[in-house]
């Protein structure tokens, strides 16, 4: 595997516009919130480190990741922002639950993305066990919320 090893979150801070002046949104599944909680620490610190003021990231809190979509449009309707990230993180269980938790929050947030004008970014894990999710919310392999701030902030800043 050609992650088994490597942290895929190093950015080169050069490379990235700079987020001064630009909000966002982070709405975070209390759901596996030790994975969830990571993921929020890497993306809101890697905005923070990118430019953005604490006051201009906004954060919101829904049950689930099913849940990510609907607070996502709430918020969007509701503060205003540049970039949306949802983040969640859904473990691979005995039945099939997983599959339709997986294929509903990926499809809400990329309807979000064809609706309206800001970018939604997709940071829900879908592992097939903890440690999987574990060394992608700060472990070996990074942390996907760092990567998602990194989207969000290149999405926001797309053609200007």
């Known amino acids: 595997m050609a992650t088994e090893n490597k942290n895929l979150s190093a950015y080169d801070k050069t490379a ?3 987020a001064a002046g630009l909000r966002f949104g ?3 599944s209390e759901w596996n ?4 909680e990571g993921l929020y620490k890497g993306a809101f610190d890697a905005l923070v480190d990118c430019g953005a003021s604490e006051e201009d990231i906004i954060r919101w809190n829904v049950p689930g990741s099913y849940e990510l979509t609907f607070g996502c449009k709430k918020m969007f309707k509701t503060e205003k922002l ?3 990230i949802a983040i969640g993180s859904v473990i691979r269980g005995e039945t099939s639950h997983f599959d ?10 990329k309807d979000l993305n064809v609706a309206y004008d800001i970018p939604f970014i997709f940071c829900v894990l879908t592992d097939n066990n903890l440690q999987q999710a574990i060394d992608r919310s700060g472990g070996k392999h990074g942390n996907k919320g760092t990567e998602a701030a990194i989207a969000a902030i290149k999405m926001a800043t797309l053609g200007n």
């Open 82 to 84: 540049d970039a949306v």
């Open 100 to 109: 339709f938790v997986c294929s509903a929050a990926a499809q809400g947030i």
């Open 16 to 18: 990235i516009p700079n």
């Open 33 to 36: 919130d030790t994975i969830t």
């Open 26 to 28: 982070i709405v975070v």
